[in-house]
């Protein structure tokens, strides 16, 4: 009976006042609520660096944060650090610049390229959905 109180007197104290503004400050849960609202903020309203991808690749956070890893013959006008890859043939650019939130439509159709394709953007870690 004594371990029972004592559960319940230390929930209450751990929960703090029961007043519903917290003391003035938001709480994490209504922060959160306000994000989703609001649509995710200045980050969603920024446009992606590239038209199209194929190869995204994207963290598991919400939103995702996405890079694509396609090589192309130029990058998009809107990227900002582009790399030229090391590979034998003509050149080909990746474009480095990530973007927060969907990673846009795919470019072809996954017939030429070895197989590789999935409807599911990678991973970070190279897992996918």
């Not at 006042?17 to 980050?43: C, E, N």
């Not at 809107?78 to 790399?83: A, G, I, K, S, W």
């Amino acid at each position: 009976m004594a371990m029972g109180a004592a559960s319940i007197l230390l929930m209450m104290v751990s929960l703090g006042p029961a007043d519903d503004d917290a003391g003035g400050q938001a709480t994490p849960t209504a922060v959160m609520a306000d994000d989703k609202k609001a649509g995710g903020g200045d980050d969603d309203k920024k446009k992606r660096p590239w038209k199209c991808c194929d190869v995204p690749i994207c963290t598991r956070s919400w939103p995702p944060v996405c890079r694509c890893a396609d090589t192309v013959e130029r990058c998009a006008s809107t990227c900002q650090h582009c790399e030229q890859v090391e590979e034998g043939g003509p050149r080909r650019y990746r474009c480095l610049d990530t973007h927060r939130g969907d990673p846009g439509p795919r470019c072809g159709d996954g017939e030429d390229d070895g197989g590789e394709w999935s409807p599911t953007p990678r991973l970070a870690r190279g897992h996918r959905f």
